[in-house]
C-alpha cells in the first residue's frame, strides 16, 4: 500500500504510457522496487531508466501474469541509451536480490489453461534432448541449457499447435523474449529432430478446428430442407424469382390503359375490368418461405395452397364517396363549421 494513494507513483504513469495492463499486485511490486532503489542505489544519468528498469523486473517476478514489457519502447520514452539500460538493470536486480522464476512447462500451462499438454511439453522436451545430444560433444553437452526458456516455449508451441489449439506465436516470443528468427530456428530443430514424436501425437490428439461449428450448421440445413418440403410439393428449382406478378400483368395489360397524349379512342376499362384483373391476380400470387411472390401457371399449383394477395388488400372496387367513412367524415366536417359559425 502507498502512504498517501491520491498521490500515483512514477511507476504507473510508465504503465499507462507504455499502454501495459498490469494488475494491482504487480504495480504495487514495481513501486516498492522503485522506493528501495533511491536510497541504494548511486546517482544515474537518466532516472527514467530507473522506473523503466522497476517495471520490467515487477512483471517478470510475477509469473503468473507473464506480462509482456517493451523494453524498447520504455528505454525510448525515458530518452536512454540500450547500453546503458543494460548495466542498469542487472545492477538493480543484483541490489535489491530480486529472484525471477525460471519459466516451466508448469507455468505455461497454467497461465495459458492447458494443464493437460504439460506431460507431453515434459516429454517433446526429452525426446529432443535424447535425439539432439547424439550429435553434440561432450562438452556441448554440459553447456547446453535443455530447461531453458526458449526450449520450453518452442516445445509448448510444438504441442499446443499439433493438439489444434490457436494460440498467439508473438505472446511465446514475447516470454521467451528471444527474436522471431530465433524462435523460427528452434521451433524447425524440435521439427527435425522430434518428427516421429510429432507426427505421433498429431495422430492420436490433433482435433480439427471448427467441427463443432460445422455439425451445427449442417443439423441447421437439414432442419431448413425439411420446413421447405413440407410447405410445398411442387419443385422449386421451376419457379422463377426474377420479378413480381404484378408488373407482368400490367405490363400485358398495357393495351387497356387510355393514353392521353395520343388522343386513341381505346375505351376506358370499366369497373368490371379491373375485378377480373384483381381476380387474375389472385389466381397467380403464392406465398412461399421467402415470402416473394412467384410467377407459375395456376393449373401446375397443387389445390391444397392457401392463395393469399397481399397487394389486392389495398384496391377496393368500392366508390369512397359512397362509403360510410366518407359520410362520418362529411358529418364531422359540418359539425366543426357550424361550431365555429363559418
Known amino acids: 500500500m502507498y502512504l498517501n494513494e491520491s498521490v500515483q507513483p512514477e511507476t504507473d504513469l510508465l504503465f499507462q504510457r507504455l499502454n501495459i495492463d498490469v494488475s494491482k499486485k504487480t504495480r504495487e511490486l514495481a513501486g516498492e522496487y522503485f522506493r528501495r532503489i533511491q536510497s541504494q542505489l548511486p546517482k544515474t544519468k537518466c532516472v527514467g531508466l530507473i522506473e523503466v528498469a522497476c517495471c520490467e523486473l515487477a512483471c517478470e517476478s510475477n509469473r503468473n501474469e507473464f506480462i509482456p514489457f517493451e523494453r524498447k519502447q520504455g528505454v525510448k520514452l525515458a530518452g536512454g541509451i540500450m547500453n546503458d539500460y543494460q548495466k542498469l538493470y542487472v545492477n538493480i536486480k543484483n541490489t535489491l536480490n530480486i529472484s525471477i522464476p525460471d519459466v516451466t512447462p508448469e507455468s505455461l500451462g497454467n497461465y495459458f489453461g ?129 420479378s413480381p406478378i404484378r408488373n407482368k400483368i400490367l405490363k400485358d395489360n398495357q393495351s387497356n390503359i387510355i393514353n392521353v397524349e395520343d388522343n386513341s379512342k381505346t375505351p376506358i376499362p370499366s369497373m368490371n375490368n379491373n375485378e377480373n384483373l384483381n381476380e387474375n391476380l389472385d389466381q397467380s400470387m403464392i406465398i412461399v418461405d421467402d415470402n416473394k411472390l412467384l410467377d407459375q401457371d395456376p393449373s401446375l399449383i397443387q389445390r391444397k395452397r392457401k392463395y393469399i394477395n397481399g397487394i389486392n388488400s389495398a384496391i377496393t372496387s368500392v366508390d369512397f364517396y359512397n362509403s360510410k367513412k366518407w359520410q362520418d367524415y362529411c358529418n364531422w366536417k359540418d359539425n366543426i363549421l357550424k361550431s365555429l359559425k363559418i
Not at 144 to 152: A, G, R, T
Not at 156 to 176: C, E, P, Q, R, V
Not at 197 to 207: C, P, S
Open 114 to 242: 492447458s494443464t493437460f499438454l504439460i506431460p507431453s511439453v515434459k516429454q517433446l522436451l526429452n525426446d529432443f534432448k535424447n535425439n539432439y545430444g547424439k550429435i553434440l560433444s561432450e562438452q556441448d553437452k554440459a553447456n547446453m541449457k535443455w530447461n531453458s526458456v526458449e526450449f520450453v516455449s518452442a516445445a509448448f508451441y510444438l504441442i499446443m499447435y499439433n493438439t489444434g489449439i490457436t494460440i498467439d506465436k508473438n505472446k511465446i516470443i514475447s516470454i521467451a523474449k528471444i527474436t522471431q528468427k530465433r524462435f523460427k530456428d528452434i521451433q524447425s530443430l524440435m521439427g527435425q529432430y522430434c518428427k516421429i514424436f510429432l507426427d505421433d501425437y498429431n495422430k492420436k490428439h490433433f482435433k480439427k478446428k471448427g467441427r463443432r461449428i460445422s455439425q451445427i450448421n449442417s443439423n441447421s440445413e437439414k432442419q431448413d430442407n425439411k420446413r421447405r418440403k413440407s410447405t410445398s410439393s411442387f419443385d422449386i428449382n421451376k419457379i422463377s424469382t426474377s
